[in-house]
């Protein structure tokens, strides 16, 4: 399966030399997931891959449901984003731009392994606790950013801190599916950061340091 | 495109018994998984005589899919045109059609959603519909600025998209995959965050509880 926009798709971050075959059976399952799709890939698709024989494949996974949960834990943001916000007023919208960087930087490598996910939750398959879990631990993390700005007076946003939070996050990952998916020229990394930053600082209603609003 | 098959009083029923089975059956089955026997066995009508009114599951889809896209973006059409109309109720008045129409429509949607991720297709549909409705969101804020009720600096197209795709998404993770919100509360919380971005301070009036933090905030414009 070829991407939708036609956009080369950009390697997966190279990955250390696998050590097992459970490392090889992943890394190559990966690769398939996003080539073929959920629906497409076989499992001697994946052994293929790997160059094993497809015996082996069983020795690790049960199924293709399996081995696709546990590549798709791949998508859990980075233990690092959207954690830790500081404190300080001055401080929080370069802050949140850094997040936000990082947080389109991993969607745009990650994108062909996130619209598989999304492909076997919507099919009634495996993927759906990814699908879950991926957006839950964002609008978490969002929440707890969310209620410690609102107390140092950060946030005056009138959208309660829970749906807040799940606005933010469906904001980005609908933006993000539409830019880098389905458009035929995906924005600079940098534009669609900008975008994001200027339609989140809205709806949080948070001071601008340039004192634009 | 449905071959122009027999039209007639029996013809008619049977593409309809074919549609209303079909979206059964991919509602339970999904996309991918559906195969056309299992759309003329819950009907009960013979595959040939499927084929006199469809070309393939495709085509039977696509007609389901323009029926229930019409509901869920079609609904969004204001009941009158004026320029004078508050945007907080005008707004909350849209979100609280979209999610009904989404609610009611759920699990058809990941059907239709679950196609436009595979086949190109059905996402140029999905597109198409799409931008129509931004075009319409646009054309409000434009309306809005127009008549002072929003900074003439704000970035339309911008707003719109990121707007809309918020409520898009929300509903998405609401109705498809989550445990959704009572309707009132999630109308009103995704209004307030348009409003927000907008850079509207009036509240939703009406109905709607008061808004907290009418707050102070520095010029909505420099």
Not at chain 1, 194 to 206: D, E, H, I, P, S
Request: aromatic share 8%; hydrophobic share 40%; glycine share 6%.
């Amino acid at each position: 399966m070829s991407s939708p926009s036609g956009a080369p798709i950009r390697d997966v971050p190279a990955a250390p030399p696998p050590s097992t075959s459970r490392e090889s059976l992943l890394q190559a399952a990966r690769r398939v997931f996003e080539d073929r799709g959920y629906f497409q890939a076989r499992i001697t698709d994946i052994t293929g891959e790997a160059g094993l024989a497809a015996g082996s494949f069983y020795t690790h996974f049960q199924s293709k449901e399996s081995v696709f949960d546990a590549v798709a834990t791949e998508l859990v943001p980075d233990e690092f984003v959207f954690t830790s916000p500081p404190a300080s007023a001055a401080e929080a919208m370069p802050w949140l731009r850094e997040q936000l960087r990082a947080h389109v930087s991993r969607f745009v490598q990650d994108r062909r392994l996130w619209l598989t996910t999304q492909q076997a939750a919507l099919g009634g398959a495996s993927g759906i606790s990814a699908v879950r879990d991926q957006h839950a631990t964002m609008v978490e993390r969002l929440a707890d950013v969310v209620r410690a700005w609102r107390s140092a007076g950060i946030v005056e946003a009138r959208t309660e801190d829970a749906f807040l939070a799940q606005a933010l996050a469906s904001m980005a990952e609908e933006c993000l599916y539409h830019w880098y998916l389905l458009d035929e020229v995906p924005p600079p990394e940098e534009d669609a950061v900008n975008k994001l930053c200027w339609a989140w600082q809205r709806v949080l209603r948070m001071p601008d340091p340039r004192g634009n609003r | 495109m449905s071959r122009p098959a027999r039209r007639s009083g029996q013809g008619a029923r049977t593409r309809g018994a074919l549609l209303r089975a079909g979206r059964r059956v991919l509602e339970e089955r999904g996309y991918h998984r559906t195969r056309i026997s299992d759309i003329t066995e819950a009907a009960n009508i013979s595959v040939g005589t499927f084929y006199l009114h469809f070309k393939d599951k495709d085509d039977l889809f696509r007609q389901l899919m323009i029926t229930v896209e019409d509901e869920v973006f079609g609904e969004l059409t204001p009941r009158q045109q004026s320029v004078t109309e508050d945007p907080p109720t005008r707004i909350a008045e849209t979100n609280r059609l979209y999610l009904q129409a989404f609610e009611r429509n759920a699990q058809f949607w990941r059907v239709i959603e679950e196609a436009a991720l595979v086949e190109a297709g059905s996402e140029g549909i999905l597109t198409e519909r799409r931008r129509v409705y931004r075009a319409r969101t646009v054309r409000a804020i434009m309306r809005w600025q127009a008549a002072g009720l929003i900074a003439p600096d704000l970035d339309a197209a911008l707003a719109a998209a990121t707007l809309g795709s918020m409520t898009e998404r929300c509903a998405y993770h609401w109705y498809v995959f989550g445990s959704p919100p009572e309707l009132e509360v999630a109308t009103e919380q995704l209004t307030l965050a348009w409003l927000d971005l907008l850079g509207i301070e009036a509240g939703i009036p009406a109905g709607g509880e008061v808004v907290s933090g009418d707050a102070i905030r520095g010029g909505s414009s420099h």
